[in-house]
């Protein structure tokens, strides 16, 4: 069973880096405060060190 991690979008992605708004979204997050459950992979993992100002990990 794959390890899955939650990540909360704290910020908003408008006004951002056109990279950062592709990797919120693909992400899966499009509202602040939105929670989603996502694989622990290395893509994932890099995408939130990308917008880490914008994201925070739950229940690491």
């Known amino acids: 069973m794959p390890v ?3 990540v909360k979008l ?3 992605f408008h006004g951002r880096l056109k ?4 990797s919120v979204r ?6 602040i ?3 989603v459950e996502v694989e622990d992979t290395p ?5 939130i060190d ?5 994201v925070k990990i739950q229940g690491e």
Do not use: C
Not at 26 to 31: A, C, E, P, Q, T
């Open 4 to 6: 899955k991690i939650k």
């Open 10 to 12: 704290t910020k908003s």
């Open 19 to 22: 990279k950062h708004k592709s």
């Open 26 to 31: 693909g992400l899966g997050l499009s509202r």
């Open 33 to 35: 405060n939105q929670v």
């Open 43 to 47: 893509s994932v993992r890099g995408m």
């Open 50 to 54: 990308k917008v880490n100002y914008m």
